[in-house]
């Protein structure tokens, strides 16, 4: 039995919220993934790219509606979610548990003025004034005072501290899918050292911006031929991502705070390990190698992993997986719902949760590259490559433990 099984600081999981184009809410996400529902994009809203876009969401069911005035839509998807989380943990309106929750957000910096973007790209297509005396002048004169503001990426956990009451301490993590594979290490670090008891840890993304999409395709990231499965991309026009709109929030407990209040657990996070490198193939594939042996991914019934559909990224994840772990199953997640950023980590793992839980496997999305799964699922293994750089890697065990 792996060491840290039944051990009152064992990390369990019980609270998820999450918020994808599959659905609103653990269940409604969970029953589409484990029937295998067709996946939700639009390929029209933002031609030649693709998005999976948010379902509809009654805002009111977890911010008042004066609270979401002061809002983007990236913080009214984080501060729902982490409600939710809150909901399902049990956790809601309960001060003595709230005002001492550690709070581990991933987050990126708020929606920019597309309008004010807009005006500087045309003035520099003219090559008449350098770049940078352009921007200067845009951002002096154009741009209103509250937007700055607007920007500040910890504004995500200070609404959700407003909105939910979770006055614990709080901490920002910045840096894209490694932020969301911090934040998760952190907030299970925190409660395994015993310097913490309960957290609340996510992160959201709003793709459905302009200049969320124009910031990827900038670098030709953005895949530009509609959809295929995250792991049938290489010969796609453009870099292969598909993003989607989407957040998940984890309410992580030590085992023995869940206990004591009779808590429903969904499962043990036993591990999480995160690296980051150089990005060629040799170095990378290294590193894959370290935190998959750390975790025991090997031992996983099957692998949840978060590829974005990058290709030079997502090729190195099938060769390793094809190689190293060629005798785990495995099921791409960006398939169904895009590539959500900080929230492709937490999204993963919540999943994970479920299917212990429900004991059984999501269903496959892509023939192809993945083999179908007969047997419940005793342990499940989560892979994320950022579709630039870092990687993560956590391995979940059912809600009393098990061997690893």
Same mark, same amino acid.
Do not use: C
């Given at each position: 039995?792996?060491?840290?099984?039944?051990?009152?600081?064992?990390?369990?999981?019980?609270?998820?919220?999450?918020?994808?184009?599959?659905?609103?809410?653990?269940?409604?996400?969970?029953?589409?993934?484990?029937?295998?529902?067709?996946?939700? =994009?639009?390929?029209?809203?933002?031609?030649?790219?693709?998005?999976?876009?948010?379902?509809?969401?009654?805002?009111?069911?977890? #911010?008042?509606?004066?609270?979401?005035?002061?809002?983007?839509?990236?913080?009214?998807?984080?501060?729902?979610?982490? +409600?939710?989380?809150?909901?399902?943990? +049990?956790?809601?309106?309960?001060?003595?548990?709230?005002?001492?929750?550690?709070?581990?957000?991933?987050?990126?910096?708020?929606?920019?003025?597309?309008?004010?973007?807009?005006?500087? &790209?045309?003035?520099?297509?003219?090559?008449?004034?350098?770049?940078?005396?352009?921007?200067?002048? *845009? &951002?002096?004169?154009?741009?209103?005072?509250?937007?700055? &503001?607007?920007?500040?990426?910890?504004?995500?956990?200070?609404?959700?501290?407003?909105?939910?009451?979770?006055?614990?301490?709080?901490?920002?993590?910045?840096?894209?899918?490694?932020?969301?594979?911090?934040?998760?290490?952190?907030?299970?670090?925190?409660?395994?050292?015993?310097? +913490?008891?309960?957290?609340?840890?996510?992160?959201?993304?709003?793709?459905?911006?302009?200049?969320?999409? &124009?910031?990827?395709?900038?670098?030709?990231?953005?895949?530009?031929?509609?959809?295929?499965?995250?792991?049938?991309?290489?010969?796609?026009?453009?870099?292969?991502?598909?993003?989607?709109?989407?957040?998940? =929030?984890?309410?992580?407990?030590?085992?023995?705070?869940?206990?004591?209040?009779?808590?429903?657990?969904? $499962?043990?996070?036993?591990?999480?390990?995160?690296?980051?490198?150089?990005?060629?193939?040799?170095?990378?594939?290294?590193?894959?190698?370290?935190?998959?042996?750390?975790?025991?991914?090997?031992?996983?019934?099957?692998? #949840?992993?978060? $590829?974005?559909?990058?290709?030079?990224?997502?090729?190195?994840?099938?060769?390793?997986?094809?190689?190293?772990?060629?005798?785990?199953?495995?099921?791409?997640? $960006?398939? $169904?719902?895009?590539?959500?950023?900080?929230?492709?980590?937490?999204?993963?793992?919540?999943?994970?949760?479920?299917?212990?839980?429900?004991? *059984?496997?999501?269903?496959?999305?892509?023939?192809?590259?993945?083999?179908?799964?007969?047997? *419940?699922?005793?342990?499940?293994?989560?892979?994320?490559?950022?579709?630039?750089?870092?990687?993560?890697?956590?391995?979940?065990?059912?809600?009393?433990?098990?061997?690893?």
């Amino acid at each position: 039995m792996n060491e840290q099984n039944m051990d009152g600081r064992d990390v369990v999981i019980t609270g998820i919220g999450m918020v994808s184009a599959l659905g609103v809410g653990a269940q409604q996400n969970w029953d589409n993934f484990s029937s295998g529902a067709a996946p939700v =994009f639009n390929s029209e809203k933002f031609a030649p790219y693709t998005v999976h876009p948010l379902p509809e969401i009654d805002w009111a069911e977890q #911010i008042s509606r004066r609270d979401q005035r002061q809002m983007e839509a990236w913080q009214r998807i984080g501060t729902y979610t982490a +409600g939710l989380a809150l909901d399902d943990a +049990g956790l809601k309106d309960s001060p003595e548990f709230t005002s001492t929750m550690d709070m581990i957000v991933a987050a990126a910096g708020g929606e920019r003025d597309v309008d004010v973007d807009t005006m500087i &790209l045309a003035e520099a297509s003219k090559g008449e004034t350098d770049t940078n005396i352009i921007v200067n002048e *845009k &951002l002096t004169t154009e741009l209103r005072p509250t937007l700055f &503001l607007a920007q500040l990426s910890n504004l995500l956990a200070g609404n959700i501290s407003i909105v939910h009451k979770v006055t614990g301490s709080s901490r920002t993590f910045m840096g894209e899918e490694g932020a969301g594979i911090s934040a998760v290490r952190t907030a299970a670090a925190r409660i395994r050292s015993g310097q +913490g008891t309960h957290a609340l840890v996510g992160a959201s993304f709003n793709a459905e911006h302009p200049d969320m999409l &124009l910031g990827y395709e900038i670098e030709h990231h953005l895949k530009r031929d509609g959809w295929t499965s995250v792991w049938q991309r290489e010969d796609s026009d453009g870099g292969g991502l598909i993003t989607g709109s989407g957040g998940t =929030f984890l309410v992580l407990e030590s085992r023995s705070h869940a206990e004591a209040r009779g808590a429903r657990i969904y $499962a043990t996070l036993e591990s999480v390990e995160a690296d980051q490198g150089k990005s060629d193939q040799a170095a990378t594939a290294e590193r894959l190698s370290g935190i998959s042996n750390a975790t025991k991914l090997a031992n996983a019934s099957y692998i #949840i992993s978060a $590829a974005s559909g990058a290709k030079q990224r997502t090729e190195i994840e099938k060769e390793f997986l094809n190689s190293t772990l060629k005798a785990v199953p495995v099921r791409g997640v $960006a398939s $169904a719902v895009g590539h959500m950023r900080e929230v492709q980590f937490p999204f993963a793992i919540a999943l994970a949760a479920l299917s212990l839980h429900h004991e *059984k496997p999501i269903e496959q999305m892509d023939s192809r590259f993945e083999v179908a799964i007969s047997q *419940k699922p005793e342990r499940v293994g989560v892979l994320s490559l950022g579709y630039e750089d870092a990687e993560g890697a956590a391995f979940l065990t059912p809600a009393n433990g098990g061997k690893a």
